[in-house]
């Protein structure tokens, strides 16, 4: 660090010298002024810290070699693979946060589905993916246990009921009072055996790494809205899902069984987009609505405008007579 400090001091000078030579000559001072703002940037960059060994996505690196992606071996194979529109297994067997062995197909038929993988022990990710849905059904005008249900998978085979049930404890403790009841029926906590876990995983396209020298797993982070008939029909990124995206989402997966008629319109101007797991705006479906909401505009017009000639001829006729 002394040596840092000493060759810092030393280019300073330099700097400072060179200003003071070209001092009778303004516009030369820009010069040395941009390779000073130049070299503090650089130094400031090559401060930076990287990952630590002890991040559970990277974990210890050696100090030579680099992969031929750029990406941590913990990396490489994680990932989410969109399957839109494809079946679920819906014969998979699992536990529930009770203990008893249930169908995935038992959460399916009448209502659609948002699913969610994790697992109750992550220190990280997980839970702020959970977080993530706990907030977005607070505000969301849906309850789950009512409109939809959701379904929630650990991914580790070694996690228990008895964790299921203590993390399923903790997440409707969040929700408002009035939505509290009805999740308790309609917001399901599962584990299972690496079988099982391993075709859903597959089927959903998440892919996932164990990186045993920090004991944890390496993961993407999303949730997944499937139809009644167990298809897959939304993928949502992130640790964050707007209500509106999930709302919009929940009533398209149910074949708008569920909604109003103000979710149709917004369905009619805003599409679901892949590529970025969010609704966005139609501007052609937005304009087309304008143009349709300023004809009505104006026939209403037309229409107020007459009657109101109408009433003015009557009463000037009235005043003559």
């Not at 038992?106 to 589905?113: E, L, N, Q, R, S």
């Not at 919009?248 to 103000?262: M, R, W």
């Not at 599409?271 to 004809?295: E, F, S």
Request: net charge positive.
């Amino acid at each position: 660090m002394r040596r840092k400090g000493d060759v810092l001091r030393s280019r300073l000078s330099q700097l400072l010298s060179l200003c003071l030579r070209v001092s009778a000559s303004p516009r030369l001072l820009i010069l040395p002024l941009l390779l000073f703002t130049a070299h503090c940037k650089l130094l400031t960059v090559a401060g930076q810290p990287g990952p630590g060994p002890s991040s559970p996505l990277y974990g210890a690196r050696p100090s030579s070699g680099t992969s031929a992606n750029g990406l941590p071996n913990a990396l490489k194979q994680v990932g989410i693979d969109q399957k839109l529109n494809e079946q679920l297994p819906l014969d998979l067997v699992f536990r529930s946060e009770e203990g008893e062995q249930v169908r995935l197909g038992d959460y399916f038929g009448k209502k659609p589905v948002v699913l969610a993988l994790v697992y109750y022990q992550c220190p990280m990710l997980c839970n702020q993916v959970l977080n993530g849905m706990v907030t977005s059904f607070k505000v969301l005008n849906f309850k789950a246990g009512e409109e939809f249900e959701v379904v929630t998978v650990s991914f580790d085979p070694l996690e228990t009921a008895e964790m299921a049930r203590a993390k399923k404890q903790t997440y409707i403790n969040y929700l408002p009072a009035a939505k509290r009841e009805p999740a308790r029926r309609g917001w399901h906590f599962l584990t299972g055996d690496q079988e099982n876990i391993r075709r859903l995983t597959d089927a959903i396209g998440f892919r996932y790494y164990f990186d045993a020298a920090t004991d944890q797993f390496a993961h993407g982070s999303a949730i997944y809205v499937a139809t009644p008939q167990g298809k897959l029909a939304r993928y949502f990124y992130g640790i964050e899902y707007s209500p509106k995206d999930l709302r919009l989402g929940l009533v398209e997966a149910s074949e708008n069984k569920i909604g109003s008629p103000v979710d149709q319109l917004l369905l009619y101007c805003y599409h679901y987009d892949p590529a970025t797991g969010k609704y966005g705006a139609v501007i052609m479906n937005m304009v087309r609505l304008g143009g349709i909401a300023t004809l009505i505009a104006m026939v209403a017009l037309f229409f107020v405008m007459r009657r109101r000639t109408a009433a003015q001829v009557r009463l000037r006729a009235g005043g003559t007579a």
